[in-house]
């Protein structure tokens, strides 16, 4: 289950098969049941999870039991609370499986010994953060500027799949907005088409 | 003037003298008076500036003429459009120095012969683009779900020094609240003192 990884990294970096089996020998595959945790809030954070399958999200709840979705994660996405994973300090996050999922995961032990053993994967990993970083600050500055309904458009031009794939009060936390604004923005426009 | 890129890239990796004489030969550095632009909205920026000296300040500004700041970057920060400079588009953003500033500039090619000649500096430049991932995560996290109170304490814990050196108007535009609401906040906070 490691060819989407294979894909993904040689999209970035070239590796030879020796190179792959070293590299895959770090991961530890795991399967998620349909809303199965991947992480609890208040533990530490101590894998990052390449999604083989399905789709993950990372979410917070607030002291009125609202939820704040970060991240979601399809195939061939990452997904990790970094701060705590680089840190050791308490997740303030929750990750869980929308569907069914496959996920690869590597803690930090064996990433940096990846990096080491295979110091091309330091390219890898600087470009995906760096590809990380320009996504959430676009986000971020939607959510400071752009008015929500211009908001929602950009969500489900940037990510099809999961328009159709996770539940409409999820879509609402991740965009900053309560679930009743995405329906009347959702009915205006299915009638302006 | 590169007294504090050293102290801020040997706190990463370790340099010898002859390494960082290389790194600094692809910085070219430059003066800006106070107001100065250093990237204006529609052009495409070249370089990703270090400060030495002084706060730079990266900005939006929409139709109805509203600043919504991304960063604010004082001495030991990097800062950039990094959409824009790995992509080559035009630029969303508008970049300022708020005082008089000394930057290191590196533009693209420079930076990719940089690491190429000192492989180390893709290890820097991987944990730079990790912890600014993280923090503008953080930040995002608290634009969805923090109210505009506890938002500013952070901040003013946070970035002491920009609470002193940034006119208020910025700040607010930074924490995506009114100016108004700014001001009520500190008010508050100092009848609580």
């Given at each position: 289950?490691?060819?989407?990884?294979?894909?993904?990294?040689?999209?970035?970096?070239?590796?030879?098969?020796?190179?792959?089996?070293?590299?895959?020998?770090?991961?530890?595959?795991k399967?998620l049941r349909k809303r199965q945790y991947l992480l609890q809030e208040g533990d530490?954070c101590?894998?990052?999870a390449?999604?083989?399958?399905?789709?993950l999200r990372s979410f917070?709840?607030?002291?009125?039991?609202?939820?704040?979705?970060?991240?979601?994660?399809?195939?061939?996405?990452?997904?990790?609370?970094?701060?705590?994973?680089?840190?050791?300090?308490?997740s303030?996050f929750n990750m869980e499986a929308l569907?069914?999922a496959?996920v690869?995961?590597?803690?930090?032990?064996?990433?940096?010994?990846?990096?080491?053993?295979?110091?091309?994967?330091?390219?890898?990993?600087?470009?995906?953060?760096?590809?990380?970083?320009?996504?959430?600050?676009?986000?971020?500055?939607?959510?400071?500027?752009?008015?929500?309904?211009?908001?929602?458009?950009?969500?489900?031009?940037?990510?099809?799949?999961?328009?159709?794939?996770?539940?409409?009060?999820?879509?609402?936390?991740?965009?900053?907005?309560?679930?009743?604004?995405?329906?009347?923005?959702?009915?205006?426009?299915?009638?302006?088409?």
């Amino acid at each position: 289950m490691t060819e989407l990884l294979y894909k993904k990294i040689t999209e970035i970096i070239s590796l030879t098969d020796e190179e792959f089996a070293l590299v895959k020998s770090f991961f530890l595959p795991k399967k998620l049941r349909k809303r199965q945790y991947l992480l609890q809030e208040g533990d530490v954070c101590r894998y990052q999870a390449f999604v083989e399958k399905g789709i993950l999200r990372s979410f917070t709840v607030d002291e009125k039991d609202g939820e704040h979705t970060l991240q979601f994660a399809s195939e061939g996405w990452w997904m990790a609370d970094l701060a705590s994973f680089l840190t050791d300090e308490p997740s303030i996050f929750n990750m869980e499986a929308l569907e069914e999922a496959e996920v690869l995961l590597i803690d930090k032990p064996s990433w940096n010994q990846a990096m080491e053993t295979v110091p091309k994967l330091e390219h890898y990993f600087r470009i995906l953060m760096q590809n990380h970083l320009v996504a959430t600050q676009k986000r971020l500055m939607q959510s400071l500027a752009e008015p929500a309904e211009a908001r929602y458009k950009r969500f489900s031009i940037t990510y099809p799949d999961c328009v159709q794939r996770v539940p409409q009060h999820m879509i609402a936390s991740y965009l900053g907005i309560t679930r009743e604004t995405l329906s009347r923005l959702r009915k205006q426009i299915t009638l302006s088409k």
